[in-house]
Nanobody, 124 residues
């Protein structure tokens, strides 16, 4: 059974930082592209960032480029999202997800497994 468990969310002031973590189990972690997606109230799921199986290739939504960094540790079956210079519009539930390939990782529909999500709230 695949499990993706996010942690690290919380309440932060605008301009602050958070680091999200996602621990994976039940899959061959090093074979999967990993991504972070988010959903704000009343909106659809939105792609945030993705990293391929090796960590050599990453992709970011334009709205987070230069502020968010995705990374992974295949020895620990964990993917991270470092977020700095947070803005109120970053407020959302953040989901970790796993995909078979990197080509469709920029689309929420490209993911095969999803975590339960962690809330990030940025106050102004």
């Amino acid at each position: 059974q695949v499990q993706l468990v996010e942690s690290g969310g919380g309440l932060v002031q605008a301009g602050g930082s958070l680091r999200l973590s996602c621990a994976a189990s039940g899959l061959t972690f090093s074979s999967y592209t990993m991504g972070w997606l988010r959903q704000a109230p009343g909106k659809e799921h939105e792609f945030v960032a993705a990293i391929d199986w090796s960590g050599a290739n990453t992709e970011y939504a334009d709205s987070v480029k230069g502020r968010f960094t995705i990374s992974r540790d295949n020895a620990k079956n964990t993917v991270y999202l470092q977020m700095i210079s947070l803005k109120p519009e970053d407020t959302a539930v953040y989901y970790c997800a796993a995909a078979f390939g990197f080509a469709r990782a920029h689309r929420p529909g490209g993911y095969n497994y999803w975590g339960q999500g962690t809330q990030v709230t940025v106050s102004s």
